[in-house]
Structure formats: structure tokens, C-alpha cells
């Protein structure tokens, strides 16, 4: 839906670029609005989450919950996540091409890539052990960095670590977006979970 915006040859000029960017992140908020209005249907289906049984003891459909919600709700979720990891990769894109056409906005505080933003969510995870030149050093999270969301998961759809785990498998080699609190700051960073030389794809754990 929203790749009526992504085009492969980039803006040429700061201001176009700037204009672009500023497109593609009303389409994230968008997107990000239809990923918590499916999330809600499973939280309001007993909490299952992506995971969760559909079928009872005697391998049955679960009488107490909308099973085709459910599976409707799942299948969007996942579309919807590719869709804003492919954004994300766009909006890193561009934003990289800005960072090479305006070099001197590079010292003013942290690069455009952490931009600050406040999370719209509370926190419900605290990043620690991250290692040294691993994907998560490389995208931006630093230890007692506090996560308000990460991609589509939140305070109010989290259930268990697993549900993390999901969400970074579902990611590998594609940016997801992570709003965070550090030293009391709000900030945005695009989570590239990959394959390299230590264990997991992330090196850090929550």
C-alpha cells in the first residue's frame, strides 16, 4: 500500500530528500496504526499473541476465542511487518543518501538514524550485554537502553520473551523499528537482526 511512495532512484536535493523522508514516516505511522489494530484483536482473543493455540486439549477449535480473527489477525500482522521492515529500509536509505549530501548535520548530536522520538509506548524491556560490533551495537542499542516497542510489539500485546523472539526472526536481514529511552531520552533506531561471528542474530540480550 504504501509503495507508491518508495522509489529506487532517490531525490536528488537535501530538501527533496528531507520532503521524502517525511512522506515515508506518515506512511510508518500508518502502517504502525494498522499493526496495533489487529494486535488488539488478539489481545482482546485471550491474549493469544502469534503463537498461541488455536485448538483445545482434544485438538479441537477453541470455543472461547474467534479462531478465524485470530488467524485473519495473525496474517495481517505478518504482512504488515514485512511491509514496515521494507519501509524502514527505504526511509535508512534515504536518510543515508542525506547524511552524504549534508556531511555537517552529522555532528549536530546523534546522526539522523537516531533520531529523537517520543515512544508512544511505556517500556517494558531493558537491553543489557550488548556486544561490541554486534548487529545490535551496529544498529544503535547500548546497555540500559529501555524498550517502549519494537516493531509491532508493545507493553500491551507482550506476553513473553518469546513473543521477542518471534518478532527478531520474523526481521533477520530487514530493519525493524525500535523506540527506546536512553539516559531519559526518547529515541527511534532501525534493529537489523543478521547472521555474524557470535551467537543469535542480535548479540545483546533483554
Not at 498461541?52 to 505478518?78: M, N
Not at 500485546?157 to 526472526?169: C, R, S
Not at 529511552?181 to 533483554?206: D, S
Amino acid at each position: 500500500w504504501y509503495q507508491r511512495r518508495v522509489r529506487d532512484d532517490l531525490p536528488a536535493t537535501v530538501q527533496e530528500l528531507k520532503d521524502y523522508i517525511a512522506g515515508l514516516s506518515k506512511e510508518r505511522d500508518v502502517l504502525q496504526a494498522d499493526i496495533d489494530q489487529h494486535s488488539t484483536v488478539l489481545r482482546q482473543e485471550g491474549n493469544v499473541g502469534m503463537d498461541g493455540p488455536l485448538v483445545d486439549a482434544e485438538q479441537y477449535p477453541r470455543s472461547d476465542i474467534d479462531v478465524v480473527a485470530v488467524r485473519t489477525a495473525r496474517q495481517q500482522i505478518i504482512r504488515l511487518n514485512n511491509d514496515m521492515r521494507d519501509l524502514m529500509d527505504c526511509i535508512e536509505r534515504a536518510l543515508h543518501k542525506l547524511h552524504v549530501l549534508t556531511p555537517q548535520q552529522q555532528n549536530e548530536g546523534n546522526s539522523e538514524r537516531e533520531r529523537v522520538q517520543p515512544p508512544t509506548r511505556p517500556p517494558f524491556l531493558r537491553v543489557h550485554g550488548v556486544i561490541p560490533e554486534s548487529p545490535a551495537y551496529v544498529s544503535g542499542l547500548r546497555d540500559e537502553d529501555i524498550i517502549c516497542q519494537i516493531g509491532s510489539l508493545h507493553k500491551e500485546n507482550f506476553t513473553n520473551l518469546g513473543d521477542v523472539a518471534e518478532v527478531v526472526k520474523l526481521s533477520v536481514d530487514k530493519a525493524v523499528p525500535v523506540k527506546l529511552i536512553r539516559n531519559g531520552t526518547p529515541k527511534t533506531i532501525a534493529l537489523k537482526p543478521r547472521t555474524w561471528q557470535g551467537r543469535g542474530v542480535l548479540g545483546c540480550n533483554v
